[in-house]
């Protein structure tokens, strides 16, 4: 076969990109002081409590809304042990949350109240933000958006329905060069550039939005950043099944980025991979959700384990410090 003929299937092109955030994972310090921030005063569901998979002897907390819907999903590895976060390039360096459009003096009042440093509010691509850090460092920001999200209040959140987080609203990236990163994401995860401001591009899946975008700060003299407590760990894009993370775990391997193979989670699908500037990304699938193993009434209450950590429950129960939502 003549190999200028070798072109791109573009059906496939448009079946195998990512749809948008699915979760973020962060490293926090006290697991105690982090679920009481994110469920006492940003008022969000813990949706699962379990271990690190690769570090039993440590938690891995899970915040949503009241139904854990893929793309609401903020997670913690709780290490007290690790330094501080450097921040840097290769480096998500915040997360910020979506909050109904008209609520941003509702959270100035409550984040003050609750003793939280949050900055003067600003103006991004139209929204109102404001900037915080959690107790540990993590920085985060509350986007007012009016984008359609799917979304659950949880009925037991100290925040009342109507100024709930709606979600995951984009993440913030750091890179020494941008034009690789871009490329990637364009060709290979299936972003396209939205716009620029005051520094940051931002890249949106279908047009952006809520959810769907992220923004990417050029910092070519900055040097690498590494992890620690206060700093995010990776990112996770969502696709909408097994068929869709095959594909796009196909296109991430032609691009040379050496995916993991598929992991279960049980709660998702995943497949790990570097992106070119060095942050940690991650595919996983919207299914089957974290109702697999617990019921949506009593979600996030006792400890999961994997199956084959199951046989050594009460070990694993021994070394973890005891917590409690204590709204
Ligand atoms: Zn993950």
Redesign the pocket.
Known sequence: MDENQQVSEPEEFVMSTVTGI??V?CIAGDPQENVDFYTGVLGMRLVKKSVNQDVPDTYHLFYADGEAHPGADL?FFPWPTLPPVQKGVGLAVEVSLAIPKGSLEYWEDRLATAGVNSQEREVRHGEQAIRLSDPHGLELALVETADEREFTPWSQSPVPAPHQIRGLHAVRLWERDVAETASFLVETLGFAMVGEENGWRRYGINGGGSGRHLDIRPMPNESRGSWGTGGI??V?WRVPDDAAELAVRERISAAKRRPTEVID?FWFK?V?FLEPGGVLF?I?TDGPGFTVDEDLATLGEHLVLPPWLEPHRREIEDALPPLAVRV
Request: net charge neutral.
């Open positions: 699915h979760h994972t997670t760990h990776h996770a989670r995943s790990y991650e996983a």
